[in-house]
């Protein structure tokens, strides 16, 4: 399924100048002017030629001057702002940065785009990262055009600052500042896959869906398959009425396994989902969803990203191969309380809306109110269907408000429980100690380590389909369970 259209809208807008006094001399102006005091050497031993120097320098300002006569006003300027594609994180977004040039002479142009930092990301290290200086040349009355390209690091809301211009002629004596407002609000999404990422688990989907297709029952289900002539037997709820007033004979309904089920992803937004995961050097770093694109994911950043944002990542790419499928897909994003709530549907429309409910979810300082969300799940979707529930474990003596909430969810509907693994726990609980403090660390992780695997195989033994996987490696494996539970039509 083609993602619907996401970037931001086009903006334009007329320089004007950057302060009452936007105007100044060159580096090779003043270079120019520095020449000059090479008349000194000579004055020591005739001083007639120290005035020559005093005659060098007003020429070079003379020129300067009338270099700067000729540069157009800001206001003859306008700058413009489009965007190629989508921002999503961690993934380059190529911005297009235009000049038009109504004046008369042909200019220099230095641009700086004021970009805030969860568009613009950060250098190694987790420095604040230079806005870069962009160089064009704008001919009159010919739209002059750069792309760069960006890579964004936080999901949400953000917004644009001004471009700020510095324009001088080819002579490059004299330079005039301006800047445009080309002020915009900007969302930056979860990671989008999409194309080859993608087409390993499609393809698998339809061959899963041609199977279901040759093997489906009539007789069970309640979708519509067909009509046929009432037989003993047959349940008189299943008559259709208006086909047999038609007929002029009894007429009944065939039904079919549902092929269509409702999917629902539930994320956990509270304090456990804030802890960030630094990429590994792996085979399947960053963002990928599984081993053919990661190759590609090399490249990128190692910059940190939270439990959150892997989890939105994942549940972007499940929405997308499940519409596929044609099931429904709905969301309950929760913390404290409901933060976002999308009733399952389908089409392009519908994962729009649930792009933009997921690129703003944040997680919470303190700890999720599990049970309500469990409620308000069991509210909203009386029927059977696929939850897929990501979350972490709170280290706790007793047993943890999620696993509770999952139970509940159980007696009804088909789980996939996520927990989002430790990695640092997992380095500490394998290391080999070298001291006493090192060894009671050892212990207490994989103390640590134990319950949470006991926790998770007790809710397994209930019947619920269990990960804890690092955070790095969620979105293949969440994909490949959904695809089994699709196979062995568990719903």
């Known amino acids: 399924m083609n993602l619907p259209s996401l970037h931001p809208d086009p903006i334009r807008a007329v320089c004007e100048r950057r302060r009452w006094w936007a105007f100044g001399l060159t580096p090779r102006a003043i270079g120019l002017l520095l020449v000059g005091f090479v008349w000194l050497i000579p004055g020591f031993w005739v001083g007639r030629l120290a005035y020559a120097m005093l005659g060098w320098d007003a020429l070079v300002l003379l020129a300067a001057l009338l270099d700067g006569l000729r540069l157009p006003k800001a206001g003859r300027i306008t700058a413009g702002r489009s965007w190629s594609n989508a921002p999503a994180l961690d993934s380059q977004t190529e911005i297009e940065l235009t000049i038009e040039n109504m004046g008369r002479t042909i200019l220099d142009c230095r641009l700086v785009d004021d970009l805030p930092l969860a568009l613009a990301g950060f250098q190694a290290g987790g420095a604040q990262a230079e806005p870069p200086t962009h160089r064009l040349t704008a001919f009159p009355r010919v739209p002059a055009k750069l792309r760069y390209t960006v890579t964004p690091q936080e999901r949400g809301d953000t917004e644009t600052g001004w471009l700020f211009v510095r324009y001088r002629s080819p002579l490059g004596l004299t330079e005039r500042w301006a800047k445009a407002k080309l002020v915009q609000p900007v969302r930056v999404y979860p990671a989008l896959r999409t194309g080859e990422e993608q087409q390993m688990f499609l393809a698998r989907s339809r061959q899963i869906d041609l199977q279901l297709r040759q093997a489906r029952q009539r007789g069970l289900g309640r979708d519509f398959e067909s009509l046929r002539e009432y037989r003993e037997g047959d349940d008189l709820r299943d008559i259709c009425w208006t086909a047999t007033a038609r007929r002029g004979t009894p007429i009944t309904r065939q039904y079919q396994i549902e092929r269509s089920q409702a999917v629902w992803i539930v994320l956990d937004c509270g304090r456990l989902m804030r802890s960030r995961v630094t990429p590994t050097q792996g085979p399947a770093r960053g963002f990928g969803v599984g081993a053919a694109s990661a190759a ?33 897909v709905g969301l309950l994003a929760y913390g404290q309380g409901i933060q976002q709530r999308l009733l399952p549907g389908r089409g392009a429309s519908h994962l729009r809306q649930m792009i933009e409910a997921l690129a703003v979810v944040r997680a919470e300082e303190g700890e999720a109110d599990h049970l309500r969300a469990t409620a308000i799940l069991n509210r909203l979707q009386p029927r059977r269907s ?78 619920a389909l269990t990960l804890d996987i690092h955070p790095e490696f969620l979105t293949s494996s969440v994909l490949n369970h959904y695809l089994t539970v699709k196979e062995r039509a568990m719903v």
């Not at 999620?402 to 509907?413: K, Y």
């Not at 290391?431 to 380590?449: D, G, K, S, V």
């Open 296 to 328: 590609g994911n090399e490249s990128r950043s190692g910059n940190t990203h939270s439990k959150l944002d892997f989890a939105c990542t994942t549940a972007v790419a499940l929405a997308q191969l499940a519409l596929f499928s044609g099931d429904r």
């Open 386 to 463: 696929l939850i897929l529930w990501i979350t972490d474990l709170a280290e706790t003596a007793m047993r943890p408000e999620v696993i509770d909430g999952a139970m509940q969810l159980l007696r009804r509907h088909v789980l996939l429980f996520v927990a989002m693994a430790q990695p640092e726990i997992d380095l500490i609980a394998q290391a080999r100690p070298a001291n006493l403090a090192q060894m009671f660390r050892a212990a207490a992780a994989q103390e640590m380590a134990g319950r949470r695997e006991l926790l998770l195989a007790r809710l397994h033994e209930q019947g």
